[in-house]
C-alpha cells in the first residue's frame, strides 16, 4: 500500500507518466521502505511542495514553485532610470505573458550576496595588486548593509577561499591581501561554477541578490566544465556574472570573448578596462549597474521542465518613452525533482 501510495506522489510532482523512469518503482520503494514516520510525513505534502534529504538522512520540505527571478537595469540616454513601478514593466516567457507575476522591487532591497572570484595563475596581469585594490574598495563601497556578505577566493587550476561570507570590509581586504600569484594551469570555468554554487550554498531563507565579480584574463587551459555548463549553474542558481578582464586592449581576444559571454548569459556585464588607470572605473560601473537594478520574479506559463531553454524578453516604458533594459537571455527549464532522486538515491 505504501509503495503504490508513494508511487502515485512521485507522479505527481514530476507532471509525468512513471513509464518515463523506469527506476522510479524502484525509487518509491527505496522511500517507502525508510520508516513508518516517512510515509506519515509524505501524507503531508502539499501541493507545490518537495521532500528533500538533510545531512542527518530526515526527510525535510521546502516549499518549490516553478518561479523564476530575473534581475535587470533599465536606462534612457545612458542614464539609469531609478523609479520604475510595476505597470511600467513587460516580461515575455517563451513569448507568453507569466501566469502569474509573484514580486516587483528594487534590488537595493534585498541583502546582498557577493563573491569575488580573482585570477592568481602566472598568466595575470602584473597590476594584480592595484586590481585586487580596486575591487576591495569597490566590495566596501556596494556590501554597505549590516544585511550584505561577501566571500574572496582566487584560482589558477582550483579555486581557494581565502575569506568566507563577512559584511566587514577589514576582513575582505584581508581575504585579497592573502591571494598570490600561482604558476601551473588555469580552470577558469571550474572556479566559476564552484563560486556559483558557493553563492546558491549560502543559507539564506530569504530572497538575496548573487552576484559574482570574476577578474580575469579569460584563458582556460584546464576546466572540466564548459561555458555552456557555467550558463546553466549561473541561470539556475540565479547568479549575476560580471567580468573584469587583465588582458591589455586588444592583445587576448580569445580571452576576452569568453569573459564576455560568460557575463552576458548570466545577465551581466563584461568590463574590458585595458590599462591599470580604468579597472576603477571598471568596478564604479559594476557598482553603478547593482545600485539601479531591479528584480522581477514570476510563474511562466505553460512550464515544461524538459531541460530546453526559454527565452526571456522584458520591456520597460517611462512617461511613454522605451527604455533600453539589460538583463539575461533566458533559462534552462529544468526538471524540478533532480534533487530529490540524488538525494533518495544516496546509500
Not at 119 to 140: I, Y
Not at 231 to 257: H, M, P, W
Not at 265 to 279: C, I, N, T
Not at 321 to 340: E, I, M, N, T
Request: glycine share 6%; aromatic share 8%.
Amino acid at each position: 500500500m505504501q509503495t503504490k501510495y508513494f508511487h502515485a506522489v512521485i507522479a505527481l510532482l514530476l507532471g509525468v507518466g512513471l513509464c518515463q523512469f523506469g527506476n522510479a518503482p524502484a525509487l518509491a520503494q527505496q522511500i517507502a521502505s525508510d520508516s513508518a514516520a516517512t510515509a506519515a510525513a509524505a501524507a503531508s505534502i502539499l501541493p507545490g511542495q518537495l521532500p528533500l534529504v538533510d545531512q542527518n538522512g530526515s526527510w525535510v520540505f521546502r516549499r518549490q514553485v516553478n518561479e523564476v527571478t530575473v534581475m535587470f537595469t533599465a536606462s534612457h540616454k545612458g542614464k539609469f532610470v531609478a523609479d520604475l513601478q510595476r505597470n511600467d514593466v513587460q516580461v515575455r516567457d517563451d513569448k507568453r505573458p507569466p501566469a502569474e507575476v509573484m514580486d516587483f522591487r528594487n534590488e537595493q532591497n534585498l541583502p546582498l550576496r557577493l563573491g569575488l572570484l580573482v585570477d592568481t595563475s602566472g598568466s595575470v596581469s602584473d597590476h594584480f595588486r592595484f586590481e585586487t585594490q580596486a575591487a576591495s574598495q569597490f566590495a566596501k563601497e556596494v556590501a554597505d548593509n549590516q544585511h550584505d556578505r561577501v566571500f574572496v577566493a582566487g584560482f589558477s587550476h582550483r579555486m581557494r577561499v581565502t575569506q568566507d561570507f563577512t559584511n566587514d570590509p577589514a576582513k575582505v581586504s584581508r581575504g585579497l591581501e592573502k591571494l598570490h600569484d600561482d604558476q601551473g594551469d588555469t580552470a577558469v570555468f571550474d572556479a566559476v561554477v564552484r563560486a556559483c554554487k558557493k553563492l546558491a550554498d549560502s543559507g539564506d531563507q530569504q530572497p538575496v541578490a548573487r552576484v559574482l565579480v570574476l577578474l580575469s584574463d579569460g584563458d582556460d587551459n584546464a576546466s572540466r566544465a564548459t561555458l555552456k555548463d557555467v550558463a546553466e549553474i549561473a541561470q539556475s542558481e540565479e547568479v549575476t556574472i560580471y567580468t573584469v578582464s587583465t588582458n591589455a586592449r586588444g592583445l587576448n581576444l580569445i580571452g576576452d570573448e569568453a569573459l564576455q559571454k560568460l557575463a552576458e548569459q548570466s545577465g551581466g556585464r563584461g568590463l574590458f578596462p585595458g590599462s591599470k588607470k580604468q579597472v576603477t572605473k571598471a568596478f564604479d560601473r559594476i557598482r553603478d549597474e547593482l545600485r539601479n537594478r531591479y528584480a522581477v520574479s514570476y510563474r511562466p506559463a505553460e512550464f515544461k521542465p524538459d531541460g530546453h531553454f526559454r527565452h526571456i524578453r522584458i520591456v520597460a516604458r517611462r512617461f511613454g518613452k522605451k527604455l533600453h533594459v539589460h538583463a539575461r537571455q533566458g533559462y534552462y527549464a529544468r526538471p524540478v525533482l533532480a534533487d530529490v532522486i540524488s538525494a533518495s538515491a544516496r546509500p
